[in-house]
């Protein structure tokens, strides 16, 4: 799968126009979640003190009980499409068409359902009740300062879901 930066702002403004987070420890509480799906690994936090499991993954605090003693745990990576939208026209700057967006039921686990874009589907093929897997891509590397190291490329990930092919 191809992931679309800007070319025209290619290197004029590579974060007021960035589609992606910065992923790095520096700049972000929740980065082990990104470490982890560098690893194939679908994570969120989960409150060591009353049990509580959030997603998106929380990088201080649990939003029950407000204790800061959160764990990783691993997510399903399977799930069904419970409702879909597909955008052919007019998807927003950056973005590729057709741009898929669903509610999907994981198989299991403490989070039941979430949002998620869909990948490698051609539009209209895609129903509810379908199969779909977790993909892990790459996006565009993300220039970060590291003190005397100065600037380095640090790579990042994003996920999607994917249809499982029958
Ligand atoms: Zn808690």
Same mark, same amino acid.
């Given at each position: 799968?191809?992931?679309?930066? $800007?070319?025209?702002?290619?290197?004029?403004?590579?974060?007021?126009?960035?589609?992606?987070?910065?992923?790095?420890?520096?700049?972000?509480?929740?980065? /082990?979640?990104?470490?982890?799906?560098?690893?194939?690994?679908?994570?969120?936090?989960?409150?060591?003190?009353?049990?509580?499991?959030?997603?998106?993954?929380?990088?201080? $605090?649990?939003?029950?009980?407000?204790?800061?003693?959160?764990?990783?745990?691993?997510?399903?990576?399977?799930?069904?499409?419970?409702?879909?939208?597909?955008?052919?026209?007019?998807?927003?700057?950056?973005?590729?068409? /057709?741009?898929?967006?669903?509610?999907?039921?994981?198989?299991?686990?403490?989070?039941?359902?979430?949002?998620?874009?869909?990948?490698?589907? /051609?539009?209209?093929?895609?129903?509810?009740?379908?199969?779909?897997?977790?993909?892990?891509?790459?996006? /565009?590397?993300?220039? $970060?300062?590291?003190?005397?190291?100065?600037?380095?490329?640090?790579?990042?990930?994003?996920?999607?879901?994917?249809?499982?092919?029958?």
């Amino acid at each position: 799968m191809s992931v679309v930066g $800007i070319p025209i702002l290619d290197n004029l403004y590579p974060v007021s126009m960035d589609l992606w987070p910065i992923e790095a420890k520096e700049f972000n509480k929740v980065w /082990p979640f990104y470490e982890n799906l560098k690893q194939g690994r679908f994570t969120t936090t989960k409150c060591k003190d009353c049990g509580h499991v959030a997603f998106p993954p929380r990088g201080v $605090i649990c939003p029950a009980c407000y204790s800061e003693n959160l764990e990783y745990i691993d997510l399903p990576k399977k799930g069904k499409v419970v409702v879909l939208t597909e955008e052919v026209k007019g998807v927003p700057l950056g973005y590729e068409s /057709p741009l898929i967006h669903a509610v999907i039921e994981l198989d299991g686990g403490p989070i039941k359902r979430m949002i998620s874009k869909i990948v490698n589907c /051609p539009v209209g093929t895609l129903k509810r009740g379908d199969e779909v897997q977790l993909v892990v891509f790459e996006v /565009p590397p993300m220039p $970060i300062e590291k003190g005397k190291a100065g600037t380095i490329m640090m790579d990042r990930v994003f996920f999607a879901f994917e249809p499982v092919k029958k």
